[in-house]
């Protein structure tokens, strides 16, 4: 049986662009093609998007991949300024 996409939601949503945005930022800011100031920003976003727990396992999981990659991009950050 084919593993299935849960039905999209606003929560859903919000933590998918936000996994896509992490590598952005990562990648980004490590070819110097990204400011500290807009990395900073984005990240923002993407922290957001965890605040909110969900009862959902799969959302569970999605989000703290986010959170990992929020916790990395602020040490990238701290290290930069």
Same mark, same amino acid.
């Given at each position: 049986?084919?593993?299935?996409?849960?039905?999209?939601?606003?929560?859903?949503?919000?933590?998918?662009?936000?996994?896509?945005?992490?590598?952005?930022?990562?990648?980004?800011?490590?070819? /110097?093609?990204? /400011?500290?100031?807009?990395?900073?920003?984005?990240?923002?976003?993407?922290?957001?998007?965890?605040?909110?727990? /969900?009862?959902?396992?799969?959302?569970?999981?999605?989000?703290?991949?986010?959170?990992?990659?929020?916790?990395?991009?602020?040490?990238?950050?701290?290290?930069?300024?």
């Amino acid at each position: 049986m084919p593993n299935q996409i849960p039905p999209p939601s606003p929560e859903i949503n919000r933590l998918r662009a936000a996994a896509a945005l992490i590598r952005i930022i990562e990648s980004g800011l490590l070819a /110097s093609k990204l /400011s500290v100031e807009r990395a900073a920003l984005m990240a923002s976003f993407c922290e957001w998007t965890v605040e909110q727990p /969900s009862d959902d396992p799969n959302l569970v999981k999605l989000a703290e991949t986010v959170g990992n990659g929020v916790k990395r991009i602020k040490l990238a950050l701290s290290s930069a300024g």
